[in-house]
């Protein structure tokens, strides 16, 4: 069963699952930047004990999953991070726009021009996203009612309901943008975008997961 996702302030610096707040990531590694030079803007920081012991993975203990996202507060990004099962948009995202990073435990550190307001993970009750598989044609199709918030484990609640072709990945969560602080329910360009993350079954450093939005 999938279980969903509520969240509560906490400070920047914390380390517990959450969105938001600073990131770990050692000096030794490079601040992202996608494609056109911009530097990436932190969103999701995951212990790996907390992966590890509520999604069954086997990553380093004491690690960070630190995922990363193209941000512009004025400006359109929308079709660099969206991915609907478009080859195209796979590779888009994997040049750069988004970014997945596992890494040792750094000092505090923040080189985005944003800082998200830290919100912990909690855990709250199971969800049965189980949904009877309908034709586009039929009649009720229109009708399916698709749950859009944050959740963790099972499988992903997709907006576009589509075969995204990652048999090589693992679903491990998704983030409903209007769970943002209010001033960042633009993160991933509408307050109504889904992100997900998907992890890479047989991890290596070269490609531990992506991250993508969807949207309506």
Request: aromatic content about 12%; proline content about 4%.
């Amino acid at each position: 069963m999938s279980v969903e996702i509520i969240f509560k302030d906490v400070e920047n610096k914390s380390i517990v699952p959450r969105i938001g707040g600073y990131s770990f990531l050692p000096k030794n590694i490079k601040w992202p930047l996608n494609p056109k030079g911009d530097k990436l803007t932190l969103v999701i920081s995951l212990p790996t004990d907390f992966l590890n012991k509520n999604l069954n993975l086997n990553l380093p203990n004491e690690h960070i999953l630190s995922v990363f996202t193209t941000y512009k507060k004025d400006d359109y990004f929308l079709d660099k991070i969206t991915f609907h099962g478009d080859k195209e948009e796979l590779e888009n995202i994997k040049q750069g726009f988004t970014k997945v990073l596992l890494h040792e435990v750094g000092e505090i550190r923040n080189e985005s021009d944003f800082l998200i307001p830290a919100q912990e993970f909690i855990l709250g009750e199971e969800l049965n996203l189980d949904i009877e598989e309908l034709d586009e044609e039929d009649e009720d199709y229109d009708d399916i009612e698709i749950y859009c918030g944050s959740l963790i484990g099972n499988k992903p609640s997709l907006l576009q309901i589509e075969n995204l072709g990652l048999d090589d990945y693992q679903f491990c969560l998704q983030i409903y943008g209007g769970d943002f602080p209010v001033e960042f329910q633009n993160i991933f360009s509408l307050s109504d975008s889904v992100g997900y993350l998907f992890l890479n079954k047989n991890y290596n450093h070269n490609d531990t997961g992506v991250f993508f939005i969807q949207c309506t």
